[in-house]
């Protein structure tokens, strides 16, 4: 389904009690000049007081994902759930305070809006210390943190190095800005890091400026990532079914989501709308 404008009451409390999608003063000094600021605040005090979501820009249309993803999830003691593409979202703390084992796997590439200017391993690690939590950051992609696991050596000699099964692997609004035979290549390991139970929760940019909307291939984010192929990559059958609102499916129609644009979350300065999706192992790989 495409991020819908009007929130469902347990998306609105999600917000209200962690501050997303922009953190505490996000409404006051709007959503893309706090992220700087608060970048350079060194007391552990300050950050708790400004909350997780304040150290980068966000799009409106978190709004929706973020509870999206977590009302997904289900946070809990003991879950095993790996991010694609964390930056430095306030999602992987929010999830980890609430006793998920958070990996977030990201090269901190620039995916359009110029290279990061921070040394990621310190920022984490300082956000990790203000708020309690424990992200792991492996800040690489994934094909080569899973080829890396691979040749790590027995367990004993790696101990929590190793990276074993997850509960969940999800990502938001990261697979659009990934060059295809890269993101291939990442889909492609992701089965075998889940549980049979294993799930993956995605939500996927939709841009409205580029293909299938219009000629152009690609914007200064990236393209539109066909769900379907997605699916087929991952060798998973999509969940939350709604192929009008999919890229890829045979039902998706640009006239009905251009239609409906004033039901959805739409990013106008960015031509962006949110597709959130998950999927599951297929029954009989179970
Ligand atoms: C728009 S940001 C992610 C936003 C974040 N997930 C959130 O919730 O706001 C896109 C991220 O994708 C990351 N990225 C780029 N190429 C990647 C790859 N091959 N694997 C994983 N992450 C990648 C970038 O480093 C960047 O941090």
Known sequence: MIARKALPDEFRLFNDRHRAPYGRLGVVYGRYSLARYARRIRSDRALRFLGPYSFQANSPTRRFEYPWVANQIKPQVGLRVLEIGGALSGLQFTLSGLGCEVHNVDPFYDYGSGAYKIDPVHEIARLNRAFGTNVVLHQMPLPELVAQDLHSGTEEEFGDARLGKFDFVYSV??????????????????????????????????????????????????????????????????????????????????????????????????????????????????
């Open 173 to 286: 609004s990261t697979l659009e800005h990934i060059p295809k035979d890269e993101l291939q290549k990442t889909l492609a390991c992701v089965p075998s890091l889940l549980k049979d139970s294993g799930r993956v929760v995605l939500t996927v940019d939709l841009f409205t400026n580029i293909y299938p909307f219009t000629t152009a291939p690609s914007n200064q984010w990236g393209t539109n990532v066909s769900l379907k192929w997605i699916g087929e990559m991952l060798e998973m059958e999509m969940e939350n079914e709604v192929p009008g609102e999919s890229y890829g499916y045979e039902e998706f129609s640009t006239d009905a989501i251009k239609s409906n644009l004033g039901h959805y979350s739409y990013n106008r300065g960015d031509s962006q709308l949110a597709q959130c999706i998950s999927y599951r192992k297929s029954i009989g790989e179970c």
